[in-house]
């Protein structure tokens, strides 16, 4: 072989190395978590019915049946601290085992534990999880369990979470919106109202607080400008966003959409165009349904990630 052929073929193998800046802080498939002491990792970015969705005869569900696109978890978020060896898990998803495992285990720390877990609401995706800690699964003792005073006493008196509490699988610990507790010396959390169909429950997000990083996590709010806080401003005072972009735009779904109000993509870039390049990239969109054209290559999300924002990709890891 020509010695100018051994010279393109190293520079296509050092090409092939090369990750882009967008992937470099995102968890590959069986690989253990980054080396960091406490860190964020996305476990699920799809909304309550996951992706696919049962009963979906739509394109955007036959991509999946067919082989071209992957399953997508529900959205959650853990944290991993390895000084306390705990971790914490942002709702109890149907995805629940999946996520469990990824946090727990998928790393190489065999003394870590699930510390607890904060629920934002009462809707399926977010508390449902909750039935593998039962005696027909985990058996677990006493897990720690955050909630409102409605999910709390939702939890207790409708079975069959009060079958978890009367066995103390679950430690239902209440909250208290806009105050914040220490969950290790590095960690707390502050959990806060927000406009939601609140039938069973109220809805919060929450602020998550290290040392280093402020954390925003809201999957579910009606709209933007139905919410006392402006959002523009919330923002600001963050590092990361993980924001609800349920729908990418008005007519996604047959149903009537006003009856399950969430922001649009459309309508949360409109919002946040005046912000800086760098307000724009801490915005990291989650809580997609499955119709939403993001999940996939396609003009849409090009659109997002070409306007400054993110994408919240499941496996996506950020050091606190």
Known sequence: MKSSHYIYLFLFLLGCKQVPESQENKLQPDQPYPSGKTYLVVLGNAQDGGYPQVGCKKQCCKLFWDGKEKKRNVSCLGIVDKISHKTWMFDATPDFMEQHRELIHNQNDSDLSLGGIFL???????????????????????????????????????????????????????????????ISDEIKVTPFLVPHRDEYSETVGYRIESKNKKILFIPDINKWNVWEKSIVDEVKKVDIAFLDATFYKDGEIKRKMSEVPHPFIEESMNLFENLSPEEKAKIHFIHFNHTNPVFRDTPEQKEVVGKGFHIANEGLVIDL
């Open 120 to 182: 934002t609401h009462a809707h399926i995706g977010h508390y449902t999880g909750l039935m593998d800690l039962g005696r027909e699964v985990m058996g677990t003792d006493s897990i720690k369990v955050y909630a409102m005073p409605k999910m709390k006493s939702f939890l207790e008196n409708n079975g069959p979470w009060s079958q978890l509490v009367s066995l103390h699988n679950i430690a239902l610990q209440q909250l208290t919106n806009d105050s914040a507790i220490q």
